[in-house]
């Protein structure tokens, strides 16, 4: 009888709730800010975060998990009789703890000679919520008798449409971590000018320049509309940070401009978050197919 491990890292942003109910481990990524060194998800809350994140003098620099972390938890899964190890992993472009969870295995290997467990580790080419809730769905699939290979096709399919709309008020973290320079973060900040930013299979651009808070919500939509072929029909999420306020705003449009409520809206955890800065929404949403092969009709 198979027994199945469901395993992700913190970039996920899964509910503890959420991993709770559908059974799946999520590593903490360490996180330095001024010389500390803690531990997402244990050390501090999102909401801590962001003031930590505004009151500190440098940037927060996130870590990889180790291969040596892996391989004791693959170890660990192993000796407990689990058949199948599911990692769905922060993108790999972003962090070399994708690399890290596939040399594990290797060590594995050495540590537990002829392990029959089978360990399939997956990028997810995101960050945050757009793999933590797909990987959720994955979860319950299997827990409700789902067969374990095609709920991963599926979950491989949606990973390959989602995308995000990204938007920060301040560029303040973005001057810090050396995202823009100083000089335009400055007049950026002066004359309210605010990025409009899409983030598509790990790659994150500028689409536009908005000035004014105000602006930010119906430009998102925008963009958001001319990437999909129906509002109506299009699954999202909202992503926000600090500010409730500007998160009630933008799910109010969003419901109004797709018809529907969002999937689940949720809170920028630290690695994103020390990225974007505290102060930043955000759109995700399913868009077309990347990887058209990955939708090729099965043959008979």
Known sequence: MSKIGF???????IPQELADKYGIEVVGFPINLDGVEYMERKDFTNDQFYQMMRDAQGVPTTAAITQLQFCDIYARYADEGYTDLVYLS??????????NAVKAMELLEEERPGYTMKIQVIDSHTYSMPYGWYFCECARKVRNGGELAACVAELKKKLDCVEICLAAYSLKQMKKSGRVSAAAAVVGDLLG??????????????????RGDAAVPAAMIKWVESRVDSMKDTPYMVAYTSSTAKRDELVKLCKKAFGHAPLIVFQLGGVVSANTGPDGIAIVYEGKPRNLEAYAPELP
Not at 90 to 99: D, F, L, P, R
């Open 7 to 13: 395993l992700t890292d913190s970039c996920s942003d």
């Open 193 to 210: 000018i605010r990025p409009i930013i899409s983030l598509n299979a790990g790659v994150s651009k500028v689409e536009s320049k908005v």
């Open 90 to 99: 922060i993108n790999a472009g972003g962090s070399s703890t994708y690399n």
